[in-house]
């Protein structure tokens, strides 16, 4: 409960500070709560300083060049996302989930298609755009992204579509590899 002392460091950090009033700001700093912006980046090199003193010495749990233990396709599906999220963010926020569903490495170059799903037709129509202008844009920045990550030219291949109301089941998030957290403790 909430009586005991915690058996972890605890941080607490408030994203959009960039949009607080004044006394707002001073009101969270005097709870000793960081106030942060992704989209300014403020704070975080004072949270990463942060997290760092709170981190135990420990020898590499692996091997120094390994950067995950993810695979290439889940960066891949990564690097699309946050390209549609960078560049639709105010118009689809978090409805965007990327799943790559074929990965050649046999071809010349290396053929990715990816499918961008989202929740509704609408959101589809914004993430297309007129023409195709806008999925043109994602594909191309998110290309590049793909091809500084892996090291050489690739072909992507992008498609829409839409699946109603995917953050609010359990099935569709296993799908996107998000785990849901059950209130359980370990």
Do not use: C, M
Request: proline share 4%; aromatic share 8%; hydrophobic share 40%.
């Amino acid at each position: 409960g909430l009586e005991r002392a915690p058996k972890a460091a605890i941080i607490t950090a408030l994203n959009k500070s960039d949009t607080l009033s004044r006394s707002a700001r001073e009101n969270f700093l005097a709870r000793d709560i960081l106030l942060v912006s992704a989209l300014t980046g403020e704070g975080i090199e004072e949270l990463i300083a942060r997290v760092e003193q709170l981190l135990p010495e420990s020898p590499f749990l692996y091997p120094e060049d390994e950067i995950s233990t993810q695979p290439v396709r889940f960066f891949v599906g990564e690097l699309v996302r946050e390209t549609g999220l960078e560049q639709l963010h105010d118009e689809v926020p978090y409805s965007v989930a990327v799943q790559v569903e074929e990965y050649r490495e046999d071809r010349s170059p290396l053929y990715i298609r990816a499918v961008i799903y989202v929740e509704r037709d609408s959101q589809k129509a914004i993430v297309i755009g007129s023409k195709g202008a806008q999925i043109r844009r994602i594909g191309e920045s998110a290309r590049a992204k793909i091809e500084a990550f892996v090291g050489t030219q690739i072909y992507l291949d992008l498609w829409v579509k839409v699946l109603a109301n995917w953050r609010k089941k359990a099935g569709s998030l296993s799908r996107f590899g998000y785990q849901l957290a059950t209130g359980k403790s370990k």
